[in-house]
C-alpha cells in the first residue's frame, strides 16, 4: 500500500473516533452551538499526520491500532485547539484554514475560545478512560507527557516566544528552539506515547525521540518553504503571510537553498534513527520523505 | 479556631504551591512573560474555596493536607484559567477582578490567552505526577473528574449558556442548569477529589455530592446577590453588571428577598448532607455557613 492510503485510511479512522467523541447532544442551544464549533475545529479534514505517528510508533511494538486510536484523537484534539487559538484576531489573525473560514469567523470570538478550550479539555478526559490504556498508570503518563508537550515549556510556550519575536531578529538557534516547542513537542509526544502504548525499552524510546525531533525540524522546514514559495490555493491558507508579518523562520535566515538542504538532511536524519527497528519502520521511514514531497 | 483562620492557612499553603509550581524560570523573554502572567492569574488572591473544599473533604477520611495539596493546587490552576478567559474582551470584557487590572488589561489579550492555556494544561500535569497520588489508576480518576468538571458539558459548557443567554429571557430552571455547570462542577470536583484521594465509599461520596451540590448553588446564589446589592469597593469588581449586561441570575428571577430565603435553605441544606460525618465535618459545615455571611 502506498503511503498516501496508509495516511487516509489512519486519517480516515481518527476522524471516524473525533466524530464519534464530539457527538451533537440534545443540549441547550448555547451548549449546541459549542459542540458544534468544537466538530468543525476538529472534523473535516487535516492530514492527521500526528495521529498517525502514534499509532505507527505503537505498531512497532505490535500494539494494534484501534489500541492507539485513542490516545492519537487525544492529541489530534490538542492540535486542533491549538490552531484555533493561533488563529484568533488577537494572535495570528487568520481568516482562513484548510480552505475554509477559520473557526472564530465562523462561529465568532467567544465560541472559538470556548471550543478551543474544550478540545483542550476533552484530549485529557479521553487519555483518563480505560479505554485509552487498561493500565491506569499508563493512563497517567501520557497525561503528563501530553501536558508537559502542550504547555508552558511546549507548544504554548513556543506559540509565545513566536509571537513575541514578531518584528525582533531573531537567530537561527532561536528560531529553531521556538519552533521545537511550538510544533516539534506534539510530534515528539507522538512517537513517545506510541512507546509507551508499546511498553517500548530505553533504546527504543530513544530511537523514537531522535526520529520525531528530526521528523518535528523537517516538518517545519517544508511548510516555511511551501509559505515562502507557495500560493494560497495549493496552502489552503493565505501564502508568503509569515514573511508579511515579520515571522520568524529559518528559510527567511538561510535562504532557500540551504533550507531545502538541510530538510534533506533532517529526513535522512529521520531514517537513520529508526535502524534500530530494521523493515518494521518502513512506514515511518515513508513518512519522513512523505514530507519532502507534500505541496499542502 | 475561626473559620476565617482555617481559610487564611489554607489559601496561604495553596499559594506557596502554586507560586513553586510557576517558578519563574530562566527561558527567554516571551517565554518568561507568560509566565509571568500565569503567576499574575494564579497568585496573590482569592480565597481559595474550591482547595479549600479538596482539602476539608480528604480530611474527612484521614488524608494529611499535604496530601491533597496537589490536587487542590490544580484544581485551582482551573479555576484561575476561567477567571482569564472569561474576563476577555469576546467574553465579560472585565477590565477589573479582585481589585486590580484583568490579566488581558495587564499582559496584553494573546498573552492572556495563552496564560490561560497553559494553567489548564498545567493543571492536568499537576494530577498526572506521582506527587498527587502514589496510585497511578487514582491519577487516572482524578484526571478524568477534572476534564469532565472542566469540559463541554461542565464549566466551559456552562460559560456558552452563560454567553448565549445574554439578552434573552432565562426561566428559573435554565439559569440553574447553567449555573450548576458553569460554577457548580468545580466545586462538586473538589469535594469528589478529596473522596477519591480518601478512598471513600459509595455512601460518603453520595453526602459530598449532596453538600457539594448545595454548596455550589449556595455560593453562586450570594455571589449575584452582592452583585445586586454591592458596590464595586467590597466586591474588588465592577458592581451591578449582570443586570446591566442582562445576565441571566436567579436574583432577577426571584426577587432578592426569595433568593435570600433559597440561600438559607441551601444552607441548611449542605449542612444537613454532612450528618453522616458526624463531628468530623464540622468545618465543611462552618464553610456552608460563611457563604451567607460572606462581603466580596
Redo the contacts between chains.
Sequence with gaps: MALTEKLERIASLVEQRLDALLAPEP?????A???EA?RYAALGGGKRLRPFLVIESARLFGVAEEEALEASAALECVHCYSLV?DD?P??DDDAMRRGRATAHIAF????A??A???L???A??I???PSTHP???????L??L???A????GM??G???????EGQSLGPM?VA??QEMKTGALFAFACHAGAVLGRADAVAQGALAAYASAFGQAFQLADDLLDAQGDAATMGKAAAKDEGRGKATLVALLGIDAARARLKALVDDAEAALAPFGAKAVTLKEAARFIVSRRA
Design positions: 443540549v441547550p442551544m448555547g451548549q452551538r459549542l459542540i468544537m487559538h484568533l488577537s494572535m465568532g470570538e467567544a465560541t475560545i470556548l478551543g478550550d474544550a483542550l479539555t476533552l485529557f478526559d487519555l483518563s478512560r493500565d491506569g498508570s499508563v493512563r497517567a503518563t497525561v503528563g501530553l501536558a508537559q502542550a504547555g508552558v515549556h504554548v510556550g506559540q509565545a516566544l513566536d509571537l513575541a519575536a532561536e528552539k521556538m
